[in-house]
């Protein structure tokens, strides 16, 4: 009888939510009216969210305005997820959450949507509409730099790259919040839509929160579990210290 532990496909929510996407978006290239009429109904709509259609500051980041403003999104989500997937989940493993699925790469992607969709409806009231992943992106790309970071405090020689990538990054968010504009260049790209690059700092902020209560929920283990073992050596040595 064969005992080995099943494997899983260690990239199944990213090429899960490719696909996903992919279809989604079909109406960018099919001229059906209903494909049409998708985009419309999942793309964050202000009046649409206060009217109580709340799942579009979900869905609002899974459609697209054109087939390059696609392209490019879908591109960098599926380069970071097949790169990031099976390390995130590791690292949410390695924090012992006792609700293993509130910690996870869908929870993750889960808070950076809701997180995007939220500030862009309390912080950018002039945005009546908006579509794109590239919050989910900005966010992954922090959670990647997360990951690397803690690499590198095993690994030395990974601060060549880190360093200068978060120094990169962070100049990048700055930039594009103080002056509206994208840091990179993408006019020769096609249409992208309007750049809202506070949906960029929002997916980095929410991720690095995200990981980051993950980091302390290993910390808080790690704690109790070395109080567990302090009162049972106190026990198995017959001392109760709150005598002493």
């Known amino acids: ?3 080995a ?3 899983h496909f260690e ?3 990213t090429a899960g939510l490719v696909a996903v996407m992919t279809l989604t978006n079909l109406g960018l290239w099919l001229a059906e009216p209903i494909w049409h009429s998708a985009l419309e109904l999942m793309q ?8 109580g259609e709340v799942w579009r500051l979900v869905t609002g980041n899974l459609v697209h305005w054109s087939a390059e403003h696609f392209m490019l999104d879908i591109a960098a989500f599926a380069i970071l997820g097949w790169l990031y997937e099976p390390p995130i989940r590791r690292y949410f493993e390695s924090s012992h959450c006792e609700l293993r699925q509130l910690c996870s790469m869908p929870a993750l992607i889960l808070v950076m949507s809701c997180s995007v969709g939220l500030a862009v409806l309390f912080l950018q009231p002039e945005m009546l509409t908006y579509r794109g992943l590239s919050g989910i992106d900005s966010g992954l790309f922090a959670a990647a730099l997360i990951i690397e970071i803690r690499e590198a405090k095993l690994d030395p020689a990974r601060w060549w790259f880190v ?3 978060l120094v990169v990054f962070i100049v990048k968010l700055v930039f594009e919040v103080v002056t509206g504009g994208l840091f990179f260049g ?4 096609g249409d992208l839509g309007q750049p809202v690059p506070l949906a960029h700092l929002i997916g980095a902020v929410s991720a690095t929160g995200f990981l980051a209560a993950g980091g302390f929920t290993r910390l808080y283990s790690v704690a109790r579990t070395s109080t567990d073992v302090l009162h049972s050596s106190q026990h198995a040595a017959g001392i109760d210290f709150d005598r002493v």
């Not at 964050?44 to 009217?51: K, P």
Request: avoid cysteine.
């Open 1 to 3: 009888m064969n005992t």
């Open 186 to 189: 993408t006019d020769s790209l």
């Open 44 to 51: 964050f709509d202000r009046d649409a969210i206060l009217s």
């Open 11 to 13: 990239h199944r929510w």
């Open 5 to 7: 532990p099943r494997r």
């Open 163 to 165: 360093l200068p990538a």
